[in-house]
């Protein structure tokens, strides 16, 4: 369902220019009209990630205009010029849906159950923010590689004080078309 949601978003946005509203869509009255979750979209050619996005705080009315807003927001990413109206075809979406309930709050990466979590991160003192997705990286992945993969990305050193950052466990409802 989200993976066409963002699908239909992407076609509409990249022929027109214009964010397509809820109605043109065809999910105006859908049920997720009434939830507020975390969505985090990737797209993907030819295997490999080519845009992403997603926030650690929803801030649009509900679920579905928060998927919308990422999938825009992907075509923003600096890798994004790999998608075009006319390859969007061949674009492969993934979309994950975290429910507050989805989410601890965790002492260190040690905690982290990397077969069925991803994590955030987030900097108390660096202002940085990264975020690995559940079963995004390849199996047998341990706590401490996806730590060290989330301070990359945040451009964090692994040897900091714990204090220094909040961690989080996430599980999530993945969709995808592949």
């Known amino acids: 369902m989200y993976q066409n ?5 992407l076609k509409s946005y990249l ?10 869509l065809g999910v105006a009255e859908h049920a997720d009209m009434q939830t507020r979750h975390l969505v985090f979209v990737t797209l993907y050619l030819n295997g490999a990630v080519v845009a992403s996005s997603g926030r ?3 801030i649009q009315k509900h679920t579905l205009s928060e ?10 990413d600096s890798r994004a010029g790999a998608v075009t109206a006319a390859n969007l075809a061949n674009v492969r979406i993934r979309v994950d849906i975290v429910q507050s309930s989805d989410r601890r709050l ?5 905690e982290l159950n990397p077969r069925e979590e991803g994590m955030i991160l987030l900097s108390q003192n660096l202002a940085k923010l990264a975020v690995v997705l559940p079963k995004i990286v390849t199996p ?3 706590s401490l590689e996806i730590f060290r993969i989330l301070c990359q990305k945040a451009g964090m050193p692994m040897a900091q004080d714990p204090a220094d950052y909040v961690l989080y ?5 993945v969709y995808t078309d592949f």
């Open 56 to 58: 650690v705080h929803a």
């Open 106 to 110: 965790v002492a260190n990466h040690s």
């Open 140 to 142: 047998g992945t341990d």
């Open 15 to 24: 022929e027109t220019g214009v964010i397509p509203m809820l109605s043109d």
């Open 169 to 173: 466990a996430i599980r999530s409802t």
């Open 67 to 76: 998927c919308i807003d990422n999938a825009v927001l992907a075509l923003k």
């Open 5 to 9: 949601l963002v699908r239909s978003t």
